[in-house]
């Protein structure tokens, strides 16, 4: 697992071509499926139609589905390694493959819900994530293990919004990577149109994101921003998506500001 460097400390992208501390094989095949399949690529090009085209918002579409989906796959990849213990498929008598296949969905379909609306998009996404997943699932999983897997990535999905529960380390994961992705890319389009709200003015602020273990605790999510507008970023957005998460006690924020040229109000925030 490494980022487009090289450099396997930056845990930025998933490659099904590394070696992993779980199982791979049915992920790797089910991914192959999914990004190439018209509907879902046609869903995540369609949902950002209303996020950033009529309402400024920050990227929903397909980038940011891949940076959601390769950071969960790295952060269930770094908790595996932690031994952190993975309920949602193991209750329901599902195979401990199936773990990183939920987390994989999840993070695919969590934002289709915005091609009816940006508000509550979580509980528009369950339907559409359902019709998607009828057909999918079955290519891979018999008649009683597509309910099982249907339940629990449709949990995920809905519990990346902050005002649902996570009842499984599954939807934990997605919660907290769909935060993960506050990079000044993502908030690229919106500001090149005059967007300057908090969102956007905190994302240009964030230069990168990575992923590593931690020495007290199984991940440290290491952020480098270049002024003080990302705290909004770290503080309102992953924070409170990491509160709830039930992943509280296994992941510790750092973020540094890496800018040497001017007055630095925020130096070093560890969470």
Do not use: W
């Amino acid at each position: 697992m490494s980022d487009s460097t090289g450099d396997d400390t930056a845990r930025r992208v998933y490659s099904p071509d590394a070696d992993h501390d779980f199982p791979d094989a049915k992920l790797n095949q089910v991914l192959e499926f999914i990004t190439s399949d018209e509907e879902i690529q046609t869903y995540l090009e369609a949902q950002n139609i209303n996020a950033v085209d009529r309402m400024r918002y920050n990227d929903h579409g397909a980038k940011h589905i891949e940076i959601v989906r390769n950071r969960a796959l790295c952060l269930y990849d770094l908790l595996k390694v932690g031994g952190v213990d993975f309920n949602g498929a193991r209750q329901q008598d599902l195979e401990e493959a199936d773990e990183a296949v939920i987390i994989a969905l999840a993070a695919t379909l969590h934002d289709v819900g915005h091609v009816v609306h940006r508000d509550q998009h979580a509980y528009y996404s369950i339907p559409l994530a359902a019709d998607i997943l009828d057909r999918i699932l079955p290519e891979f999983y018999d008649v009683a293990e597509t309910v099982r897997m249907k339940g629990e990535v449709l949990h995920a999905i809905l519990c990346h919004h902050r005002s649902e529960t996570p009842l499984t380390t599954e939807a934990g994961v997605i919660r907290v990577a769909d935060a993960l992705d506050m990079e000044r890319g993502r908030s690229r389009i919106p500001y090149e149109h005059g967007g300057r709200g908090i969102n956007t003015l905190s994302s240009q602020a964030i230069s990168s994101v990575s992923l590593q273990e931690g020495e007290d605790s199984p991940v440290m999510v290491e952020i480098a921003m270049t002024n003080a507008a990302g705290v909004y970023q770290v503080d309102n957005l992953l924070k409170a998506k990491l509160e709830g998460s039930g992943l509280e006690q296994e992941i510790r924020i750092v973020a540094v500001n890496t800018n040497e040229n001017r007055d630095q109000l925020v130096e070093r925030i560890e969470l």
